[in-house]
């Protein structure tokens, strides 16, 4: 298996795959590493209770007899440098992957927003929640609240029913004429409108709240109610799951790592100009790693750093105005689903912030800054790296920092075996 490529592409998400696809046509090899076990990303993920449907059959067919495509499944990258190259880890080994350029395209996680209660079993993030149900794990006959804010939401508690869950209520924390005045908006864009038409049968049928939040997941060992804030006004609902969506926020480690320029903002993106070409000659970035805009504004940003890559300039220039119509969408979507201030006031003192290394919201601001926070209670020096509790601190105390920078990045990017870092092959497993 070659080791060297033209081109290396990190992510087989949507933007990777466009990316890929204007490669391969161009006759460049590729290298496309992915930590998911099958392409598509999170929005091209299949329920495994069914046959693979049509474009899933079909992406699977197109990576495999796509001549010049060498696709990585099951990768996860744990160091990388600007030259490029990327060190991979997965359960046969390590594999040190080179191009001649790179397009980092590796999208982005949820945005976690603790509250009290939100360690307990049966809390997780609405689209995690959502992943599982897709990937087999039981949900049917649970009774489940889905509460945050934007259509991910809506997504979830549409795959959750299909799969025989018991959807109490969908829980939007953005007010009712936010939400109008979205909805008003999506013929701009009839794809979405249709999308959002094909919802429909699942809006009907389960309670939609604007203008509420869950305050407190309640439970001993589990979760067994929330307590639910609407207008001022407070209920108990019990339930068996609780799936929470705060939005999403990009992965930029690897980008971090590699030096590339990010926004100053408190979930950074990559910083690229017209043609997704990073700070760093031979880099580009594609995708949700750019900024949380959609699978449509994510396809169109792959295509052009592909066009981008073999030199076809005119070519990534003219998606331009496309490009901007969905970035629009992107736009509309942050401004009126935006999270409200008092999500940010619920966690307590006793809250948990860092489950890695059980941090509390008081210790945090007991420890006086953001010099001392990690020297005296160990913040994001756990598995997830501050992956979770740093990005849930750049909303309930900005000025203790932000996910990561550039200047702070440091391998291993994901916890890894000593042997990979070494270089050295996977164990032979016990017989």
């Not at 067994?224 to 480690?253: H, K, M, Q, S, Y």
């Amino acid at each position: 298996m070659p080791e060297h490529f033209d081109v290396l592409i990190l992510g087989a998400g949507p933007a990777g795959l466009a990316a890929a696809e204007i490669l391969a046509r161009a006759g460049r090899t590729v290298g496309l590493v992915d930590e998911q076990a099958q392409p598509g990303g999170q929005f091209g993920r299949e329920r495994i209770r069914q046959r693979p449907g049509r474009s899933g059959r079909k992406l699977l067919e197109w990576l495999q007899h796509r001549n010049g495509i060498t696709y990585f499944p099951g990768h996860r990258v744990v160091d990388c440098d600007p030259h490029p190259a990327l060190v991979t880890e997965s359960t046969r080994g390590s594999t040190r992957l080179t191009g001649g350029a790179l397009i980092l395209a590796p999208g982005a996680r949820e945005l976690v927003l603790p509250f009290p209660g939100w360690t307990l079993p049966g809390v997780f993030c609405a689209g995690g929640l959502q992943a599982l149900a897709k990937s087999g794990w039981p949900v049917r006959g649970r009774r489940i609240v889905l509460a945050g804010s934007g259509p991910l939401l809506v997504a979830s508690a549409h795959t959750l029913r299909h799969e025989g869950a018991e959807i109490l209520a969908i829980i939007e924390q953005a007010a009712r004429g936010s939400v109008a005045r979205f909805l008003a908006g999506l013929p701009t864009w009839p794809a979405k409108a249709l999308q959002t038409l094909g919802y429909l049968p699942t809006w009907a049928r389960i309670p939609y709240e604007t203008g509420a939040f869950v305050a407190e997941a309640l439970g001993e060992e589990r979760l067994e109610a929330v307590r639910i804030v609407e207008r001022g006004r407070t209920r108990i609902v019990p339930c068996d799951l609780l799936g929470t969506g705060f939005g999403l926020i990009p992965n930029v480690e690897a980008a971090a790592r590699l030096g590339c320029v990010l926004t100053p903002t408190p979930h950074p993106s990559v910083r690229v100009d017209g043609l997704q070409a990073t700070s760093l000659p031979g880099i580009y970035a594609a995708g949700e790693v750019t900024g949380i805009g959609g699978v449509e504004r994510a396809q169109i940003e792959g295509a052009i750093a592909g066009y981008a890559a073999v030199g076809n300039l005119p070519k990534a220039r003219a998606l331009a105005p496309k490009l901007a119509h969905w970035a629009r969408f992107g736009e509309a979507v942050n401004r009126h689903f935006a999270l409200r201030d008092p999500l940010r006031a619920l966690a307590r003192p006793d809250t948990v912030i860092c489950r890695c290394e059980d941090v509390t919201l008081g210790e945090i601001d007991s420890a006086g800054g953001q010099g001392s926070v990690k020297l005296l209670t160990r913040l994001g020096m756990g598995p997830c790296q501050g992956r979770i509790c740093l990005a849930a601190l750049a909303e309930l105390r900005p000025g203790y920092g932000t996910v990561t920078g550039s200047q702070a990045a440091r391998p291993p990017l994901f916890p890894a075996r000593l042997g990979t870092l070494a270089g050295e092959p996977a164990p032979e497993p016990h017989p």
